[in-house]
C-alpha cells in the first residue's frame, strides 16, 4: 500500500490546497495530510481549527486522513510508513525553496521522495497569506477558500459581509 503526506501550514486551507489533496488521493492508495503544529510563525488558526478545517474538506475522499505534527518532516514521513511527500509548485519562484528542502529531506532520509504536483493555473497566485491578508481587510475571499472557511475568517476578523 502507497502512503503519501501532503504537509503544511494551511492556516487556513485554499482552494489551491484542495485541488493539490483531490488529485494527490487518486494517484495513491492513502494519503495524509500532515499540518504543522508548530511553525516559527504564529497561526492566525489554532492546529484544531486548522485540521478540523482540512477533515471537513475531505470528507468525501475515502483515502484521506487528516494528522498533525510537530518536528521534522521526514520523521513525521517515516512515522506514518510514507514513502512520498507531496507539494504543490505554483510558480517559478517556489521552485528554489521547495527543492532545497527536497534534496535536504531526500539526504536525511533517501527512502522518502518528494513530489511536485504544479498547481491549477486557476490557483497559482494563491496562498494562505493572501487570504489572511485580504480577509484582514474585510476583502471578499470566496474564490480563495471554502465557504465554510469563508465563515471562519469572518468570525476570526470580526467583520460581516459586504
Ligand atoms: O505550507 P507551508 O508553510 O509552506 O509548509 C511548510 C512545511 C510544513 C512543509 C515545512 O515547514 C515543514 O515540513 N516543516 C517541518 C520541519 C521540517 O522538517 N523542516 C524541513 C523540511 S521543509
Partial sequence: MKTAIYPGSFDPVTLGHIDIIR???KMTDR????????????PLFSIEERVNMLKEACKDLSNVEVRHFDGLLVDFAKACNAS?????????????????WAQSNQAINPKIDTVFLVTNVQYSYLSSSVV???????GDVTSFVP?????QLREKFAYKEK
Fill in 23 to 25: 488529485r494527490a488521493a
Fill in 132 to 138: 489572511r491578508e485580504y480577509a484582514s481587510h474585510g
Fill in 84 to 100: 512520498v511527500i507531496i507539494r504543490g509548485l505554483r510558480a517559478v519562484t517556489d521552485f528554489e525553496y521547495e527543492l532545497q
Fill in 31 to 42: 494519503l495524509i495530510i500532515g499540518v504543522l503544529k508548530n511553525s516559527s510563525k504564529t
Fill in 147 to 151: 465557504d465554510f472557511v469563508v465563515k
